[in-house]
């Protein structure tokens, strides 16, 4: 696929067939995810495949209590109304899941590009997260993004070291459906899309 096709193409997918996800596309995902850029060379990111039902069950427990925090911070009724009507994760219904850390124990005493600024460690995870998401689109599979989740509990689910911050927890799967060829937020007039990026020239 062309890589423009395939930029375009990509969307947060919360809807999924039951086919399964073969073994190579994962790790093929994984190892353009692994090939992006990092601060530093630190790459940070840690994923935690999850394929077990029952982990699945304890993100969604987590994901259904942040998500009804969420509805109440929704003042506007018509929002409220539009807003309870949306799918906004996969985890039970795609046959895996990534979740996404970012080991800040890659700092050492001195990572290039990170002074004053440790954020850096997390924009690299988003870049591996990005090329995960364009290899699954390219490869036929899609995945949507779920960061409606208490991260601190998140990280407890998972047991993991002290210096991995979560990310999120994508859903992986062959999509059911491309939105209209738009994003699904867009197609149910939560929001548009702008037409053009803001740029601006000095
Ligand atoms: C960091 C991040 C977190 C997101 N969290 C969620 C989420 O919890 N649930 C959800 O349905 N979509 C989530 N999304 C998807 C966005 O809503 C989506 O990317 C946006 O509406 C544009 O749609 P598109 O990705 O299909 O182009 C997230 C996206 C990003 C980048």
């Known amino acids: 696929m062309d890589l423009y096709d395939c930029i375009y193409k990509r969307r947060d997918t919360r809807h999924f067939t039951e086919a399964e996800v073969p073994e190579a596309v994962l790790l093929k995902a994984l190892d353009a995810a692994h090939a992006a850029p990092s601060v530093g060379l630190s790459e940070p ?6 394929q077990s039902t029952a982990r699945k069950k304890e993100i969604k427990a987590l994901f259904n209590a942040s998500n009804e925090q969420a509805k109440l911070g929704i003042t ?32 050492d005493n001195f990572t290039i590009g ?14 591996a997260v990005q090329n995960l998401w364009l290899s699954l689109t390219e490869q036929g599979f899609g995945a949507g993004w779920v960061s409606i989740l208490d991260y601190s509990k998140f990280e407890k689910l998972f047991d993991v070291p002290k210096a991995w911050k979560s990310l999120g927890y ?10 209209g060829r738009q994003p699904m937020l867009q197609k149910e007039k939560w929001k548009s899309r702008s037409k053009k990026p803001y740029v601006e020239y000095v």
């Open 76 to 107: 506007d009724k018509n929002q409220s109304t539009l807003y309870n009507t949306f799918k906004l994760e996969a985890i039970e219904e795609t046959p895996l899941g990534i979740a996404i850390f970012c080991d800040s124990s890659t700092l």
């Open 170 to 179: 994508m859903c992986i799967g062959k999509p059911a459906t491309d939105y």
């Open 45 to 50: 990111w840690r994923f935690v495949v999850v």
């Open 114 to 127: 990170t002074i004053g600024n440790t954020s850096t460690l997390e924009w690299s995870c988003a870049c």
